[in-house]
């Protein structure tokens, strides 16, 4: 350390002064508060300046006890306001990325609570439990990923653990999405600092008042951060100005300054098992006990070396996928023996020693740094490396004084991109121990610009201590479940217009005339979906008819897209993922994203699932769904409802599946252009008119089959399957059928506007009108089985098409609606019966006689 480092050291240099002065940023409150933090600027386009706390142990390297006293001391804190009882029922939920060693040292503190964090690294294998964003930070969408579901569904307290408190805006969005899922009556807010604004103070408890909830906050100090106008401007333009090819270096000359790396304070000593007084301040550069050394940048490369922790088995690395009491006893006891084969493996006289976390990977390293310092008797730093880009400047009035830059490398969901260490080089430590999991111990870390290289450059001595990324056993399903099938190798969509999670069946022969099908279902052994109906190949006069039909309906159903889109977005979420039920939801899930797209710009996903009656929906899809997305957004699309078996039939298999897999937040409610039947909530439109993709059957619908499931063709890891009749490309209207629709979206705006109004403000509870009207009917006509009677437009064109149909029943002056229904039946020698007062325009009948084979509710036969 330079004799001009050690002066201003002494002279007590606030860590924050730097950006204070340059931008007039003003940080008031508790005395203690400019002892736990600096100041620094990083490269954000939402908040240019960063809080850098001295005590969490992520920018700046600190004692590991005091790190981990401020946490135990929070915890403590927490378990007095609960009470012992409810604390014991506590989950204690840590923010990724800074958070997530804070929040597990509040659990340490509060004793047998079970500690979750959230994450920002996918794992396909387990299903998401919930997310939410993080309004301000660098990267803001959070993943909640349990090993176990029913974590977070007690009714115990939940402490939601940050390093700041600032808008509460994340806060809000974590409960929020986790209240409307697990209600619970209580909340505890933890955060080493409160720094909410005036204007923000009483939001929290205008929320809880909202939810009907008790929102409790526990911190260590509180204050507020003024902020002159311009200063997010003003920032961006100093960063740039430092970042500039001639600015300061970020990492040190051959002759650095010290850095800052807060001395210990014997208060802050605390243990799990022992009473942690109320934290102190933590001076930001006070001299350390062993002098500095500088290294230079320029100095030979120091060593790397692995170093074999022998980490206990089943013991999670850390709370991404929970983290209990029983984790915690074989952790405590396996601790003292892995800080033993550190100190083995650190050089001879090592006096100064970082231990070094990574990223998401707070606790672990603290935990091992912490029982080195205890047992080793030499000086022990901590921090951890972080994905977020802060500016480095060499001024001890700034909290980031050095920065290292090295690539990801850990295969991040979101792609390549530089990662740092601040305040590591020039801060004359003897070696450093670098802690990563498993999941990042790949080709890129050891690769020439890698961490241990980057740190080799400027401390004598490297270890690599590898924690094993903890997989949840009962998350295995081997083998992976494939990425959705795309246009053009799968369907005439465009591939961002529909991910099929499906398999593809097109190479084996399924189709069978419909009186073979009939006579197979009938025989008791086959189902339904086991096969395919010939495809319908339209004659040049029903060709006309569909044409004519989507001319004179385009914009009417142009309005309906736009009106149940509307209300989609209103209503339950503001960027949902469509789920369509394949295939005849599919044009409409189609048409409803290019809605959102086009009145909002929004880029939906959209993806095409497997429902059998009878057997459900696939649950392999709903396992990637949940895997790869919040289950809270997924909204399930269909093109109309006729009696609203499907409607049942969806609701029963997500309960099903919820019992199976544990996974909730999947909502049974389908979104339906038409809902002629009263069965649903979400519609554009209840009149039961001709929705032209009901004309036809794949050359309508991205040339796909409707789904197979057969047992010798899919098996228990596989999605259902479908066929792509790419032979039919010549006769396919998909395309055509979608451009039409959209090209009535500029005109109908205003009328959807109005529309999506009124439907928001109506009671759209189903009636179910239209399954009495199937009763009915099925008596009135000598049926007696509501599963023969197909009503609605779009089912009695699919009695047409695919089926032995009886008769039809149309309503008296119905008109062009059901000129498609008179060709075909006219074609098939089925007679039309006018019917008065009838609630659809048309209902098809199954003939009784012919096809006692006719599948119902289990989609086998139906024994008459």
Known sequence: ?????????????????????RLGVELTGDDTLTGLLGLALRRNPKRAHLLVSNVLGKHVPQSPSVVYGHGVALGRRVRDLLGTEAAARAVVLGYAETATGLGHCVADGLGPAAYLHSTRRPVTTVARAGGFEESHSHATSHLLLPEDPALLAGDGPLVLVDDEFSTGNTVLNTVRALHGRYPRKRYVVVALVDMRS???????????????????????????????????????????????PTAEPTEPAPEPTAVPTAAPTAELTAEPTEPAPEPTAVPTAAPTAEPTRPVSAAASPGSVERVELRWPRDVPDGGRHGFTAAHRDRLEDALPGMAARIAEALPAGARRVLVLGFEELMYAPLRLAHALERSAGIDVRYSTTTRSPVLAVDDPGYAIRTR?????????????????????????????????????????????????????????????????????????????????????????YAPDEVGWLLQDLSDVTLEAPTEEREEAIQSGGAHYAESLPVEYQPSEQYQELFHAALETSAARLARAVGAVTELVLAERSPRPVLVSLARAGTPVGVLMRRWARFRHGLDLPHYAVSIVRGRGIDANALRWLAGHHDPADVVFVDGWTGKGAITRELAAALRDFEDSDGVTGFDPEIAVLADPGSCVRTYGTRDDFLIPSACLNSTVSGLISRTVLRADLVGPHDFHGAKFYRELAGADLSPAFLDAVCAHFPDVTDTVDAR?????????TPTWEGWAAVERISEEYGIHDVNLVKPGVGETTRVMLRRVPWKVLARAGAGADLDHVRLLAEQRGVPVEEVAGLPYTCVGLIHPQYTRGATGADGRAVAL
């Open 1 to 21: 350390m330079t004799e001009r480092a050690h002066a201003e050291e002494r002279a007590g240099v606030w860590s924050g002064s730097w950006v204070a002065e």
């Open 198 to 244: 005036p204007a923000d103070a009483g939001r929290l408890e205008d929320f809880a008042r909202e939810i009907g909830a008790r929102v409790d906050l526990v911190t260590t100090a509180s204050g507020t951060v003024r902020l002159p106008p311009g200063v997010l401007e003003k920032g961006q333009a100093l960063v740039a100005r430092h970042e500039a």
């Open 404 to 492: 290292l830059v090295f690539p990801a490398h850990d295969d991040p969901a979101d792609g390549p991109g530089e990662r740092y260490a601040y305040n590591v080089a020039g801060a004359g430590f003897d070696a450093v121990v670098a802690v990563v999991d498993s999941a990042a111990d790949t080709p890129a870390l050891h690769a020439p610009d890698g961490l241990p290289a980057r740190l080799a450059a400027h401390v004598p001595h490297v270890l690599l201590a590898v924690v094993p990324s903890y997989v949840p056993h009962a998350c295995e399903r081997p083998p992976m479940l494939p990425e959705p099938l795309r246009g053009p190798d799968f369907s005439s």
């Open 756 to 764: 999506a109004k009124d439907l928001l403000s109506a009671d759209r």
